[in-house]
Nanobody
Framework: QVQLVESGGGLVQAGGSLRLSCAAS????????MAWFRQAPGSEREPVAA???????YAANSVKGRFTISRDDAKKMLYLQMNSLKPEDTAKYYC?????????????????WGQGTQVTVSS
C-alpha cells in the first residue's frame, strides 16, 4: 500500500515562492519515478515536473527556470520549489509515483496519487 500526502500549498502573490512537499509511505523505492501534476478548474491534469529513479529531470516548458523538482529518498520525500509564481500557476497540485524508474509525462503512467494541495497565485 502506497500513500502520498502533499503539503505546502497556499495563497501567494504573483512573483512569490512556495515549496510543495510530498511524503511517501509504503513500497515506494528510490528507483521509482515521481512527478508533480497540476489541474486547474475546467482543465486537464497536466505534468509539471518529474524525476526519475536515477535523478533525470523533466520540467514543462511553462515552468522551466522557475520550478525545481527534487527528492530525498532517505526520507521518502518529493519536493517542488516554485519561484516567480504567476496567476496562471493557480491549480491543485498532485504528487504522483510510478512503479518504474523512467520518467513519464502521461497521468495514466502513474500508479499512485496524493489528494492534492491547492496553490493560488493572486495578481
Amino acid at each position: 500500500q502506497v500513500q502520498l500526502v502533499e503539503s505546502g500549498g497556499g495563497l501567494v502573490q504573483a512573483g512569490g515562492s512556495l515549496r510543495l512537499s510530498c511524503a511517501a509511505s509504503g513500497s515506494i523505492f528510490r528507483s521509482d519515478a515521481m512527478a508533480w501534476f497540476r489541474q486547474a478548474p475546467g482543465s486537464e491534469r497536466e505534468p509539471v515536473a518529474a524525476i526519475s529513479g536515477t535523478g533525470s529531470i523533466y520540467a514543462a516548458n511553462s515552468v522551466k527556470g522557475r520550478f525545481t523538482i527534487s527528492r530525498d529518498d532517505a526520507k521518502k520525500m518529493l519536493y517542488l520549489q516554485m519561484n516567480s509564481l504567476k496567476p496562471e500557476d493557480t491549480a491543485k497540485y498532485y504528487c504522483a509515483a510510478r512503479e518504474g524508474a523512467l520518467i513519464r509525462t502521461m497521468k495514466g503512467d502513474y500508479d499512485y496519487w496524493g489528494q492534492g494541495t491547492q496553490v493560488t497565485v493572486s495578481s
